[in-house]
C-alpha cells in the first residue's frame, strides 16, 4: 500500500511527504539530543542531566529549548553579510533534509525510491560544506573564519573514506536503490542459514567502522569537532548564531547525526527489517519505521559514545588520518570485496 | 617567487607571470598575518588572561601575554591590615589551593616571632597542604582534559575535588578559603570521625586517579595531542624561573619539600618526588598525575602517624611580631610561592612582598608559543596550569 | 614492534570508552537542590549569630572585622549595685549590631576574638536577597540565628583541647 494506492494526486502526496519530512528532522534531533546529549552523557560524566523540565526525568527540556530560541532577538553582526549570513543556516539544514528523501522505513515506506539511493544520498550530504563557509565568512569573526576554513578542508577529507567504504556494500550487495540493499540483506544467507538474513555489517565490518569514523567527521563530533572546538573557537563558524539560527544549526547537527545513522543501519544492520518476518509482508511498512528507529538509537550509541570519551584531534592529525589510513584501508577494502564477491 | 631553472638569458619579470602559479610546484603563497585576541574572555584562558597572537594561517608567528586584568593590590592590601587579617586576604590569591598559600606567610611571621607551631598543628597543616595539593591537581587533570577536546574528565575533576572539599569544610569551616592557620598553629582542633573519613576519600582519589589514566593518559589521541608538543628546555626553564610540575617534567629534580628549608612535616615522611625527562605537555600532565597519587598516599601516611599533643603555641593575645624580615618560600600546587615580609613591630607588617608562581610559569609562554598551531597554544596554556588570581595579585 | 604500537593504540582507545560506559551505570552523585539538600559540616561557615546578652560592646569584632563591615553603637546606662551600699554599676548596651554580608568575607575573624563568646558561627546557608541592601542583617535577626548553632562536637583522638567550636 503507498500513497499511490491512495489515488490523492500529486500535489497532496507531494504536500503529505514533505510535511513528514520536515516534521521527521525536528522530531529525530530531538529524541536524539535528548537521549543521547541530555541523559547519556550526563550519566557518563556522573551527573543526572535535566530533571524538572516536564516532570518526569526533563523531558521538556529541548522542547522549552526551542521555544526559548524562537523568542530570542535577532542579531546580526554589524559587519556581516546580511544576505548570505541569513541563508547559510538554510543551506546546512536543506542538505539534511534532502538525505532524509531516500531513508527507507518500510518496504512502501519511503518519499522517493530512487535506483541510484546511495549515490544520491552521499551527493546531497556534502552541500553542507557550503552552508558552513558561508557561515563562517559572513559573520565577519575571524575565529568563525578559522572554524569555517578548518571545517570546510575536514568535510572534504572526509567524503572520501565514506563514499569509499559504501562502495563495498554497493558492491556486495550488486545495487545502490536502497530499498534493493534492505532487501538483498533481509533474503540473504550467512553460509546457507538464512534465519536472521545477512546484514552486510557481518562482512563488511571493516566498512562499517570506515563509515562511522567518516560520519562522525562529517557531524563534526569529536574527535573531530576542531571546527567547534569549544575550548578554542568557542562554537567556530556558528559563533555568530543566536536564536532561531542557531536552533536550525542544531536540528541540522542533529538531525544530520540522526540521517547518518538512520544510513548506516540501512546499509549495514539491514534497515527496517527484522530476522523473521517476511521483508516484503505489508505488515513491514508498519512494524519498519520502528525497526529502524531501534537501530538508529544503537548507531547513535556508538556515535555519542566515542563523542564523549575522546579528545579531538588537530587539524593536521585529522587530515593525516584521512589521507594517509582511512582511503587506503577503504581502497584495500573495496579490492577485497570486489574478489571474494567474484569468487563466490 | 621562484620561476624555477629557467634557460639561461632567460630574464623574466616575475609578476607577468603570477598567473601561472598554479601551474608551478614550489611557491610560497603570500598570506597575510592576522592578529588574533584570545582575549581577556575566553575559555581556554583559564580567567582574564589576553593573549595576542600573530597568526600565518594556522600558524603562531609570534605571541604577546598580557596581564593584570585581575589585579587586586594584594602587597598594598598588607600593609594597613593585622597578621589575622592578611591570612584571610591571601587565602584568594590562588583559589584552587587555598590553605597552601597561607602555610609560608605565617611561617614567615612565626619566624619572626621565634615560635614554632607544636607538632600536631604541623601535621595538621601538612594534610591541609597536601589535600589543597590534591584538590588543585585533580582538577587540572579533568580540564586539560577539556581544553584537548575530551568534555568528560572535566566533570570527574569536579567530583573528584568535592572529596577534598568536603574533607577541609568538616575540618576548618569553609570549602575554598579555609583561613585556618594561625601564628603559632591552627585554629582548633579536628572534629570527631574526620580521619576515619578522609582516609576514605583518599582511597577515592587513588581509584579515580587510575580512571584518568585509562581514560586521558593512555588514549592515543591525547598522546598525540600533546607529546613533543610545548617542551621546555631544563636550562631555560630554570632562567625562567619555572617552578613545580612544569620544572619537574623537564627532568629537573626539585622539590622544596625536600630541598629547600625544610618547613612542615615533609621529613617525617616516606615519600618521592617525581619528575619526567621530557619536558612536554605530556610530560607535564602527567607528573601532576603521579604528584597526586603522591599527595593521596602522603596524606594517608600523615594520619596514621598523627601525634597527640595541643594545636597552638603559647603565643600572646594581642600579637606583635617583632622588627625583623625575612624570607620563607614553599613548594605550592603550582609552584614555588614565596613571601618576603618586612616588619616594623607593629600588629601588622610593613611590607610584604609576594612571590607566586604562576607570573613566572607564564611568562615562558611567548617562546613557548613560537611556531606552533591554534589548537597547540591552548594545550600548552593549559599545561602550564596557572591562576589568574597567582598571576595578577 | 608495529603490531605492538598498534595493539597499544587500540587497547588506549577502547580503555577510555570502557571508563565512561563504567560510570554510565554508576549512580550519579548529583544532589537535586532544592528537593535534596546536603547537610553541611557543623563547623561550616554559614551565617554569624550574635547572643546579645553577652555582647560588653567592646567593639574587638568591628575593629578586627578586615572588611568593617561590623556597625556597632552602643551606650552606657547605670545599674543598681548588687549589694547594699555599693556603688552603682554601669552597663553598656547595645543600640545596634549590624553585620553586612554583601561585605563580609566568613573568615571568621570576629567570632574568634570576641572574649564574652557572644558571636557564634550556624551552618545556615540560604539567605540569599533579591535586593542585596536585604543583606544587612540587624541585631534582631542575627539573634534569629542564634537558635542554628549547632552544639560543639567532639574533637577526634589526641586532641587536648576540649572542642569550644
Redesign the interface.
Known sequence: MTLADLDIGWGWTLAIKTVIVMGLIPAGALVLGYTFLLK?????????GP?DPGGFHGWFQLIGDGIKFMQKEDIIPAGADKRVFKMAPAVVVLSTFLMFVVLPGGPDFVVANLDVGVFYALAVSSLSVIGVLMAGWASSN??AL?GSL?AAAQLIAYELPLVLAVIGVVIQAGTMNLHGIVMQQADGEIFGWGGLGNPFILTQFVGFALFMVAAQAELSQ??F??PV????L?AGYMVEYTGFRFLFFFIGEFGTAFVYAGLAATLFLGGWSVPFIDADDDIMNFLGPGVLFVKIMLVAFLMF??R??????????LQALAWKWLIPISLVNILATGALKVAF | MTLGTRPAGFDVDPSLYRHLADAQVNVELDTGDMILNLGPQHPATHGTLRLVVRLDGERVVASDVVIGYMHRGYEKLTEFRTYPQITTLINRIDWLSSFANEVPFIHAAEQLMGVEAPPRALYIRTVLTELSRIATFVLFLGEMGLQVGAITPAFYGFRDREYVLNAIEAATGGRFHPNFNRIGGILTDLPWGWIAETRESMRKILKSCDDFEDLVVANPIFQQRTRSIGIIPAELGAAYGVSGSNLRASGVDWDLRRDGKPYLAYNDLDWKVWTHPDGDSFARYWVRLQETRESARMVLQLLDNLPAGPVMAKVPRIIKVPEGEVWVNTENPLGEMGYYVVSKGATGPFRVKIRTASLSNVSIAPWLLRGVYVPDVITVLASLYFILGDIDK | MVMDAASKQVKGMLGGLGVTLKTMFRPAVTVQYPHEKEAPAPRARGVIALLEENCTVCMLCARSCPDWCIYIEGHKEKRPPRREGGRERTVSVLDRFDIDYALCMYCGICVEVCPFDALHWSPEYEYSEPSIANLLHDMEKLGEWEATVPDPEPLEQGAEVKGKK
Open positions: 547519556m552523557m550526563s550519566h557518563m560524566q556522573s551527573r543526572l530533571m575571524k575565529y578559522l578548518r569529536p574527535p569537532d576542531m572546538a569549544e575550548s578554542e568557542v559514545w566515542a564523549f570519551t575522546y579528545p579531538r584531534l588537530r587539524e593536521d592529525q
